[in-house]
């Protein structure tokens, strides 16, 4: 539906950094905003990897949150949380302000990202 599709992340999404990295904590004029999702339609879930422009630079972020319902017995936050990640999956920051899903850590991908993570929910 056009509602479900509206709440996950798209094209001009605006997001929340939630690691520590000085790119993501330092203070800015304008939201980051995601500009690619690297996925076949476009709507991007937890665990996806999208393509963000964060102060007049282009940064690969991963999503660990987002405000649509997911499946049953996942969570839903309150705004659209993503990691900075360099270009071969390392985090850029060293801590993870927020909870992440534990369907991530399911997954087994992104490990580097997981071990920097304090909370699961």
Known sequence: ?????CRAIQKLTRVRVVDNSTLGNTPYHRPPRCIHVYNK?????VG???LLAIKGEKKKALIVGHKMPGATMTPRFDSNNVVLIEDNGNP??????TPIPYSLRQRGEFSKVLAIARNFV
């Not at 850029?92 to 302000?97: A, V």
Request: without cysteine.
């Open 41 to 45: 339609t476009g709507v991007g879930k």
């Open 1 to 5: 539906s056009i509602t479900g599709a």
């Open 48 to 50: 996806d990897m999208i």
């Open 92 to 97: 850029i920051g060293t801590r993870i302000k």
